[in-house]
């Protein structure tokens, strides 16, 4: 019944940028802590970013540090990713997720602490 719907995946050029949106609906919202993972083809599903609910602290990936950028906005049930300076290598299938908890402690880069997950939207990056 819980769904995360992403949306805002597309063809770009290295350099450009994209701003991915996560809506969820069919559950809580508040309180949880949300995430964003990527897969690309022939790869393990890896850890891009991690937003808490009370305080919003952030935490992100070294490879996409600096570049990106994880948002909520709790009237609208809604997780952004603003990306930025996008290369090659970001190219792969954006995963939104739930968060098991409130606070994440030191999980937050974690694949099995997250329990509802949407199903993807796709990134490409040419050079």
């Known amino acids: 019944q819980v769904q995360l719907v992403e949306s805002g995946g597309g063809l770009v050029q290295a350099g450009e940028s994209l701003r991915l949106s996560c809506s969820f609906s069919?559950?809580?919202?508040?309180?949880?802590?949300m995430g964003w993972f990527r897969q690309a083809p022939g790869k393990e599903r890896e850890f891009v970013a991690h937003i808490r609910w009370n305080p919003s602290s952030t935490y992100y990936a070294d490879s996409v540090k600096g570049r990106f950028i994880i948002s909520r906005d709790n009237a609208k049930n809604t997780v952004y990713l603003q990306m930025n300076s996008l290369k090659p290598e970001d190219t792969a299938v954006y995963y939104c997720a739930r968060h098991r908890f409130q606070f994440s402690g030191g999980t937050y880069a974690l694949e099995n602490s997250y329990n509802y997950w949407g199903q993807g939207t796709q990134v490409t990056v040419s050079s």
């Open positions: 069919g559950g809580t919202f508040s309180n949880y802590a």
